[in-house]
């Protein structure tokens, strides 16, 4: 039975997360955690999940419960994240990290703390959302030259970040793809007379709207026709499969730095 410990616990995702190991029959929850002064530290994390009272107590400190847990699930904020893969790389415990909105500082030092731990990154864990990321760099190829492309993602009013990580991945698998430098050809905001489209763009637009939990669509549009890549996501119980689905593959594997792609053998 794998002992897995869940970083932000209270969250939507922490809460989901904790229900999908509640009904596992191979993964314990080996315990929780939030920010010290988050309202549920010393609360039963099951009853916060609601899933009833299972006798792990949220704690505000990751130091005081790493070593009863074999894998770290962290979905929390980029601070946060590189606090607890710090403490991780220390305790030489894996962890699997689905926050979004980090940093290129602090992906470079994720990647030197992956020297010493196994870690699974990805801005969505959805095995379907993957599966996009693997046909959309096939389609760049096949058409990115003679169409234009661009990518809409929507969600939720409470989402922190903009574009989404999805939305960011999409665009660097693209440029990736078609031998574009990604940091140029973005654009993420077009207004007023802002002249020709250049061919070479990727254009990413961000939507925040009620409770939509994350659409994201890749339009290639050329002369006559358009072909329109749609994933949707109805919950967040496919985020929290994946990571259940990392967790238990990352423990198996020497230090490094991994993706979904990895843990699907989508490579």
């Known amino acids: 039975m794998l002992k897995a410990l869940v970083a932000g616990a209270a969250g939507k995702m922490g809460g989901k997360i904790i229900q999908m190991i509640d009904a596992s029959q191979d993964v314990e929850l080996a315990g929780a955690f939030e920010r010290p002064d988050h309202p549920s530290v010393g609360k039963d994390v099951g009853e916060v999940a609601g899933v009833g009272k299972r006798g792990v107590i949220i704690s505000g400190d990751l130091s005081e419960i790493i070593e009863g847990a074999e894998v770290i699930i962290d979905f929390t904020t980029p601070d946060a994240t590189l606090r607890n893969i710090e403490l991780c790389a220390q305790r030489r415990r894996p962890i699997v990290i689905g926050t979004t909105g980090i940093g290129d500082e602090g992906i470079r030092k994720i990647k030197e703390y992956s020297k ?40 939720h009013n409470l989402k922190k970040d903009a574009p989404s990580g999805t939305a960011l991945k999409i665009g660097k698998i693209i440029a ?44 290639f549009g050329g002369t006559g026709e358009r072909i329109e890549l749609i994933h949707r996501s109805h919950g967040r119980e496919n985020f929290a499969k994946g990571a259940l689905m990392a967790a238990k593959w990352v423990v198996q594997r020497s230090p490094g730095l991994y993706d979904m792609w990895d843990v699907l053998g989508l490579r």
């Not at 990805?122 to 234009?148: C, T, W």
């Open 116 to 155: 010493d731990i196994a870690c699974v990154m990805a801005p969505n864990m959805s095995v379907g959302v993957n599966v996009v990321f693997k046909i959309v760099r096939e389609m760049a190829l096949i058409l990115g030259k003679d169409f234009d492309i661009e990518i809409l993602e929507i969600h």
């Open 176 to 219: 990736e793809a078609l031998d574009r430098d990604f940091d140029k050809v973005a654009v993420f905001e077009r207004k007023g007379f802002t002249g020709k489209r250049s061919h070479e763009e990727i254009g990413i637009q961000s939507l925040r709207a009620g409770d939509i939990t994350g659409d994201h669509m890749v339009l």
